[in-house]
């Protein structure tokens, strides 16, 4: 089993729809979590981080569930600029981070 | 700040070809890390540095040598090119590895080719 594991998608939504995605790691060490943006064939770049319980931010809000083991990602209101891959990012303070494979978001007019 | 930086964009190699990617971060971190990522696998961890002079292997090593000198630069060496080492290399650097400091800042990426 992974230990951070994401649906690939893709995921196909309409503009303005409301799209969760989940996350889920099998360490409890698990200490910080990340959500990072990749758009095709560039460097991820940060969108959220997760300390405690959740993390909001505009029209994106991440929700941690230690009990259940899992991050989840909400995108509400979705624009076609949120087209990208959304990965899910795991850090046990071991100095290595866990990077799931990543959920690809397709928002289409 | 330049960010991260990266060198060579791209770059071709034939099998047994030896070469260095190049990474420099002008942010005064502490922490770096160089990480691979082919399709459907994620990003995995090559090797990381908890500062100068100090590096440890990640999830897949094995080809690939670092060091750290200094706190600015990161290189990562390959040994004898082998084509599955095709892939996309990103760099990356955050200021620490705890709570608060372990965001991570990433380079453009090397796109390399092993023939």
């Known amino acids: 089993r992974k230990e951070v594991e994401q649906d690939p998608g893709p995921f196909n939504v309409p503009e303005g729809a409301t799209v969760a995605f989940n996350c889920t790691y099998s360490?409890?060490?698990?200490?910080?979590f990340f959500w990072y943006r990749q758009d095709c064939r560039k460097e991820p770049k940060l969108l959220m981080s997760?300390?405690?319980s959740g993390n909001e931010d505009g029209r994106f809000t991440a929700q941690l569930n230690r009990a259940s083991q899992y991050i989840s990602l909400l995108i509400r209101d979705s624009k076609l600029s949120d087209s990208a891959t959304y990965l899910c990012?795991?850090?046990?303070?071991?100095?290595?981070?866990?990077f799931g494979q990543g959920t690809t978001l397709q928002v289409k007019p | 700040n330049a960010g991260v930086t990266q060198t060579p964009k791209f770059q071709v190699l034939k099998t047994g070809q030896s070469m260095t990617l190049q990474c420099a971060q002008d942010?005064?971190?502490?922490?770096m890390s160089w990480y691979r990522q082919d399709p459907g696998m994620g990003l995995r961890l090559i090797h990381y540095?908890?500062?100068?002079?100090?590096?440890d292997q990640g999830e897949v090593p094995n080809g690939y040598n670092v060091s750290r000198s200094t706190t600015e630069d990161f290189p990562l060496r390959l040994l004898s090119a082998a084509p599955s080492q095709t892939s996309v290399y990103f760099c990356?650097?955050?200021?620490?590895?705890?709570?608060?400091?372990?965001?991570?800042?990433f380079g453009p990426g090397t796109r390399l080719t092993v023939l």
């Open positions: 990356a650097s955050s200021y620490g590895q705890g709570r608060g400091t372990d965001t991570q800042y």
């Open positions: 360490n409890s060490a698990s200490q910080s």
């Open positions: 997760v300390y405690s």
């Open positions: 990012v795991v850090n046990k303070y071991t100095g290595k981070l866990i």
């Open positions: 942010m005064n971190h502490e922490y």
């Open positions: 540095s908890v500062g100068a002079g100090i590096t």
